[in-house]
């Protein structure tokens, strides 16, 4: 993976981030089969999921869109989710190949290392959500939100991403290992996932899921895509938007204090 160089006192903060954006853009069209198979998942889940429980769309707790609109939204939220809970372990290999030491002993700002890797997975995100939306759309999915509804989805899948990226940021700076992100993101990203309403309305789970499920950020991103798409936001919209606003920024703040102290360790 190719490096960074900023002459010393000649770059800003935005040039900074934009050098360090386009070195993992680079990587990423080097390596493009990692996105695009990222995306076998949510088709897999959308067309089987779809299929197995369609069924239920004739509850009338999935309204007169039937399941497969109820569910790509979720799914939209789950591929983000999923996406972003990898994320550190561009930073796992820089430290061993010695790429992190390099950007530690130039003069470029450490939020600007934070926040160029992190455009570059959430314009990831943002492609991948298109896919899924499309997806969605083929298997039979209408969105009455029509395209507002869509870009506020996206919009809340950016925050979703924001959040997990930077987290897994964090734990990968302050592990340094990849055994320890991949087990501490498959033990969050699941429970996440199902203790959410991302394939099922929260009447139709038991009491201890609906209280739990209430306060997971996951609900929020979900509520506000499926609002969005369909043109009808909930009713707890503007806490939930404003939660995952909160957790975007406190969850940036950690990586790069994470790194910071990565720094300052070495």
Same mark, same amino acid.
């Given at each position: 993976?190719?490096?960074?160089v900023?002459?010393?006192?000649?770059?800003?903060?935005?040039?900074?981030t934009?050098?360090?954006?386009?070195?993992?853009?680079?990587?990423?069209?080097?390596?493009?089969?990692?996105?695009?198979?990222?995306?076998?998942?949510?088709?897999?889940?959308?067309?089987?999921?779809?299929?197995?429980?369609?069924?239920?769309?004739?509850?009338?707790q999935?309204?007169?869109a039937?399941y497969?609109?109820?569910?790509?939204?979720?799914?939209?939220?789950?591929?983000?989710?999923?996406?972003?809970?990898?994320?550190?372990?561009?930073y796992i290999?820089?430290?061993?190949?010695?790429?992190?030491?390099?950007?530690?002993?130039?003069p470029?700002?450490?939020?600007?290392?934070?926040?160029?890797?992190?455009?570059?997975? /959430?314009?990831? @995100?943002?492609?991948?959500?298109? *896919?899924? =939306? $499309?997806?969605g759309? &083929? %298997? !039979?999915?209408?969105?009455?939100g029509?395209?507002?509804?869509?870009?506020?989805?996206l919009?809340?899948?950016?925050?979703?991403?924001?959040?997990?990226?930077?987290?897994?940021?964090?734990?990968?700076?302050?592990?340094?290992?990849q055994?320890?992100?991949?087990?501490?993101?498959?033990?969050?990203?699941?429970p996440?996932t199902?203790?959410s309403?991302?394939?099922?309305?929260?009447?139709?789970?038991?009491?201890?899921?609906?209280?739990? /499920?209430?306060? @997971?950020?996951?609900?929020?991103a *979900?509520? =506000? $895509?499926r609002g969005? &798409? %369909? !043109?009808?936001?909930?009713?707890?919209?503007?806490?939930?938007?404003?939660?995952l606003?909160?957790?975007?920024?406190?969850?940036?703040?950690?990586?790069?204090?994470?790194?910071?102290?990565?720094?300052r360790?070495?």
């Open positions: 993976m190719s490096t960074v900023v002459s010393a006192g000649s770059a800003g903060w935005f040039a900074q934009g050098q360090v954006l386009r070195r993992w853009l680079i990587s990423t069209f080097r390596q493009v089969w990692g996105p695009v198979m990222s995306l076998v998942q949510p088709i897999i889940w959308i067309v089987l999921f779809g299929q197995v429980f369609h069924s239920l769309g004739a509850l009338p999935f309204g007169s039937g497969i609109a109820y569910l790509v939204p979720g799914i939209l939220m789950m591929t983000v989710l999923y996406s972003g809970a990898w994320a550190g372990t561009g290999d820089d430290i061993g190949s010695g790429v992190m030491d390099q950007y530690l002993t130039s470029i700002s450490r939020s600007a290392i934070i926040t160029g890797q992190l455009v570059q997975q /959430l314009i990831i @995100n943002f492609a991948q959500s298109l *896919v899924v =939306l $499309g997806i759309a &083929l %298997a !039979g999915a209408r969105f009455a029509g395209v507002g509804g869509m870009l506020l989805t919009g809340v899948a950016t925050l979703l991403a924001t959040i997990f990226c930077c987290c897994s940021t964090a734990v990968a700076l302050i592990s340094r290992s055994i320890a992100l991949i087990s501490l993101s498959q033990l969050i990203v699941l996440a199902f203790l309403t991302t394939m099922m309305p929260a009447a139709l789970m038991p009491d201890w899921v609906q209280a739990v /499920l209430r306060w @997971n950020p996951m609900t929020w *979900v509520e =506000l $895509g969005g &798409l %369909a !043109g009808s936001l909930p009713d707890a919209g503007w806490w939930q938007a404003g939660g606003v909160l957790l975007a920024a406190l969850a940036f703040w950690w990586a790069v204090r994470s790194l910071r102290s990565y720094q360790s070495i």
